[in-house]
């Protein structure tokens, strides 16, 4: 087991701007295999310019690893101007301790990610397979796709422990998402498949649905207006009112489900 | 100081000058062929293969329509990032890329001129504003001319000249090169959600578009015009369209043309030449309308080939991308364009493991190999509708490689053996015919090759496309990356791309044509158009032609009134 | 007499317009800080037109005219696009970039001013 | 005294340009006709800034031209990520030199559709929009309907040159054979013109679209009685309205990209015109705010490949409204320095964002004080577009028009000129220190 600690020295985030820094280059499955010194040469984005890794984080290194899936990263110091952690990852374990900033865990493939914190927007984009843990507060567009892309994540394991922002989960594929706080308004949008389980509150779910399943544990603050119930059903022993949807999108592609307390 | 340039043991193919495949030099001066030089730069080709610049004659890379394209589609525009150089812009996209990746991508091609083919007259001045940001290109821009109300009014009452007036007053306001036909009369029946077929009267105008293609037809031909009508015929797209398509053709055949050259260019003939009555019995007529192509010489068509993998379609033909939209149920845009004309934009997948796209796969192939006379060919692929023109090299290396088109029937639809001819077709293209249906033909087609485009005679200008390949290369593969990637590109006597690098970006030339108008014929159509403008257009009338600030490095072409 | 709850919205007005080059000047402040309210909300103020009210949200606040306005549903309070407007909006975007402009929760109450000019407002922002 | 005729307006996205003026020594002294009063306001001038400017130890100081562009340049070409905001009352030949030097810089270029109509490009990339040219409604609508848009108020010619007054080939009679539908929170000098108002409850927009929708795929059964604030009764009358249309239009305007839902209200806007175009013909169209927003939109797309909020710190073009975009460059602290061009953020951007600016080196090029220039280093006086210049500039139907110049300055200098000469010593400062 090879653990990496990259903690963010103070002094970039000490300027009047927060210039973000760029941590998709340091992953699990990109570092493997390198001395520390290596480490500390790969190029890292901060604004418009690329710096050494070694001159924005103190790196250390202990044990080794013979494939990635052995190597464990943990980012420390002020995060929350730290984008892409986990970005593409392919193996191995990242924990990141304290917020961090957009796009951590985006278009990741395997590994794992846990985050002791809030995570900024687009985390999880376009996750495709692994799994991704955020111990606080999501914000919006969580597990979304790219702008104009018609899928967003297709595989993988999400799970929010506080609350997320607005249209998580949009155009929703495949794979399983867990929010045990509240959701913002139109969680699920025009998702086409996979789940989502909100423990918590949700406003206007499931709009422009046409597959896929939403469970509702706690209260439906504005439930939308066009789709239709369809039966009574039973999750882990609890009733929901089980409905259909999105009418909005028609008869035909209305395929979506939501599960309602 | 003049700039000599020498390229030594060239394997030239310049079909327009009969030159096949002769190992020759190649003395350049000061941007143009010339007979001998005195101290030039020295470019040894080591018996490569050796083209005039490539001539595309359609192409959508500039306007309106193109842009919508772009803006819709940030996912297209994420694909194929390349940063910023000493000599490149930054580049962006896939089946829509940024102007200057147009520029860039085309000169590693070896092109060295594109036709926009689709100009919305109303909206001319954003191609040339987008003409002028596409670097290394000479360029030119069709203007749409086949739903105006103008048009329509002289359609109905037969009178031709007066139509030549509009037309010559619409191409000189516009800076356009030739008449554009796009669906004639459908797309203003699109205006109330309609369509029209070759003899459906047009809502309120009930005239039908046969009549419209007769009439541009007629009209293009009071001018010496350097290209004929460009038309998209009616029904693209629909099973069974090859009628329509036969049907438009032979509307104009007793025409003649004083410029020596057919009077009908039916463009992206792939779309139009299908058989069948729905998608399940679609089939190939590719064969009959090949016949058709080599039993008559008063038409020339270019392909539209289409390019496996995703796509962005975009046309004037408003009401056939909406039928595409309701098929795929993707994003869809549309722009009516007031007194004039439309637009129509979708993405599109073209997938090897449908039947229908399979068939339409081979269909482009089939036309290039089944009409025998390579002059009366181009090789396009409607860029993008068919296929981002990036696609280009692939195409050349299937018409080339029978193998290559065995293997990849192999991982289709297998459709392609039942409802499709190219499985039995052996018929494999040579470097000489891939340089007329690229450079040659092309440049004739657009009546380019005397003003110095398509060919490497004296005078002409020094486009020269390098290939990294031995006269001899047979592998589809080498074919194929050989023309993705030149040796070297030089336009007008510059070096701008070396091993497949681009090392210069110059300006390109914008050609137009000024149709030379009977003054008191132009007067007397004025009066019907200034009333358009007071009553029915947005703009007014002055403030609608393109200022010549839009053309900082013009060519023209005069086009004088045929006697 | 404490504040009311409301709905705050903005948006373009011919005046704010016709200012749109000239927003330092006089009867830009004139006209564009102001904050139109319902009647029946004016009355539950206890305020006149013309006399300043405090609007506050969860990101800001600031002393504007208030200003009779018949289109406005009760509790809804609308003050003209402007700086006035934006001191009351957060700079969140929401991952879409657009500021939440209406529709924000607002406290309405009479105050003794001051209206500060569209200068001394700036100056707020300058720590 | 002269006549100009066919002046075009640099006001809004109208972009009227059929205005008619009369010119006495080099000055607007009369807008005859063509003119709405926001317009004319603009053609007969107002106090303008009168030179170049510098900050010294808090006070704006004259300076000269070349040593403005050297500062500004200096500004720009230390910074690690700086926003080049604005670019929307400016022509194209700025914005496309505006383009290449953010790209140059590694910076961010970013316009005013940020905080206007950044929501209708993000939902064109999500559904598309069918649309049209103004005068396709002008000759054909029959069903006009103006959602979350106050055009007496924002675009007051609009009605009369091209939707529901104007009239044209299909509708000679002007507004008599016209239905007009008005949705908004709250009445409005438009609202009262309406032959139908639709009040919804604030952030009520979604679910009304969503609703409307569902009853014209054949649904209605399902609705509740009453969706964000409008009775089911009102609802299925509007439906019914826009199931006759032969040719409908919806224009939509800050109502629905401001409130609750912002782009994805736009979606389900479009969405509602594709399900009307089961039964007519129809087209929707944003009510864009400057005159040349538009403009900057398309030249930055066919530039870089995309609309707006454009990063170029990678040296290729990364575009993520709500990472890229103005307000949470500013809200987030991140841009170390600001170039703000033909916009004021001052009045425009929420407080917490020119908390960010008035801490970052700032330059600003406008022809007008406003409120932004408390916060600017730099301050550069530019010619007037449209009055003392020309230029290319798009109109909110993506129609490009050509400014006329009316009258000449000696002494400002436009935009264009202004940003290359910038741009030409950004180049110098980099060649000085070995930069890219």
Known sequence: ?261 | MTEELLIKNAVVYDPINGVRGERKDICIRDGKIVASVRNPKVIDAGGRVVMPGGVDVHAHIAGGKVNSGRLMRPEDGRKGREPKTKVCRAQSGYSVPNTFTTGYRYAKMGYTFVMEPAMPPLLARHTHEELIDTPILDNAALPLIDNNWMTFDYVKSGDIDLLAAYIAWMIKATKGYGVKIVNPGGTEAWGWGKNCDLHDPVPTFDITPADIVKALALANEKFAMPHSIHVHTNMLGHPGNFETTLATLDLVKGIKSVKNRPVLHCTHTQFHSYGGTSWKDFESKANAIANYVNNNNHVSIDIGQIILGDTTTMTADGPMEYSLYQITGRKWTNCDVELETGSGITPFLYSGKVGVHTIQWTIGQELALLIKDPWKLALTTDHPNAGPFIGYPIVISTLMSKKRRDEIAKEVSPAIYDKSSLPSIDRELDFYEVAIITRGATAKILGLQEHGKGHLGLGADADIAIYDLSPEERDAGKIQRAFLNTKYTIKGGQVVVKDGEVVAAPAGKTFFVTPECDQKLMDEMLVNLKQKFENYYSVTYNNYAVQDVYLPHPYEIKAPMVA | MEGIKAILISGRTMIQGQNLDSKLSEDFNEVAVVCELHVQDMASLGVAPGEPVKVTTAFGSVVVKAKQDEGNPVGMVFIPMGPWANALVSGNTHGAGMPSYKGIAATVEKTTGPVLSVKELMRTYMG | MAEVTDVVCSLCGCVCDDIVVEVENNAVTKVKRGACSVGKAKLLGHHRIKAPMMRVNGELKEISYDDAIKKAAEILAHARRPLLYGWSSTVCEADRVGVELAEYLGGVVDNTATVCHGPSVLAIQDVGLPSCTLGQIKNRADIIIYWGSNPTAAHANHMKRYSYISKGFWTAEGKKDKKMVVVDVRETKTSKMADVFVQVKPGGDYPVFSALRAILRGQAEIIPDEVGGVPKAKLLEVAEMMKKAKFGIIFFGMGVTHSRGRQNNIVNAIQLTRAAHLYGKWSIMPMRGHYNVTGFNQVCTWQTGFPYSVDFSRGYAWYNPGETSSTDLLARGEADAALIIASDPGAHFPGEALRHLAKIPTVMIDPFPNPTMEFADVVIPVAISGIECEGGVYRMDNVPLRLRKVIDTDYYIPDEKIVERIFDEVRAIKAKEGGV
């Open chain 1, 1 to 261: 087991m090879q653990t990496i600690t990259l903690r963010l020295k103070d002094a970039v985030m000490s300027g009047i701007a927060k210039v973000p820094v760029a941590v998709d280059a340091l992953t699990p499955d990109k570092l493997v295999g390198k001395s520390v010194e290596q480490i500390k040469a790969v190029q890292v984005w901060w604004g418009n310019s690329q710096e050494k890794a070694g001159n924005l984080f103190e790196i250390t290194v202990e044990g080794a690893a013979a494939s990635a899936n052995e190597v464990k990263l943990l980012f420390e110091g002020k995060l929350n101007r730290v984008k892409y952690i986990g970005s593409g990852m392919k193996a191995g374990e990242i924990e990141a301790r304290g917020d961090v900033d957009m796009h951590c865990g985006a278009e990741m493939e395997g590994g794992r990610v846990v985050v002791k914190g809030n995570a900024n927007c687009w985390a999880g984009r376009e996750m495709r397979g692994g799994e991704l843990v955020i111990e606080g507060d999501a914000a919006d567009n969580l597990c979304a796709m790219y702008r104009g892309e018609m899928k967003g994540m297709t595989g993988g394991k999400v799970t929010v422990y506080g609350d997320t922002g607005e249209c998580v989960a949009q155009y929703m594929a495949g794979g399983e998402l867990l929010i045990k706080g509240n959701v913002d308004i139109l969680c699920g949008l025009s998702m086409s498949g996979g789940k989502i389980t909100i423990e918590g509150n949700a406003t206007l779910p499931g709009a422009d649905m046409i597959g896929g399943e939403i469970i509702v544990k706690g209260k439906m603050l504005e439930m939308m207006p066009s789709f239709k119930f369809i039966e009574t059903a039973t999750i882990d022993g609890a009733a929901y009112k089980k409905y259909l949807g999105d009418f909005a999108m028609g008869e035909k592609k209305a395929k979506g489900t939501i599960y309602v307390r």
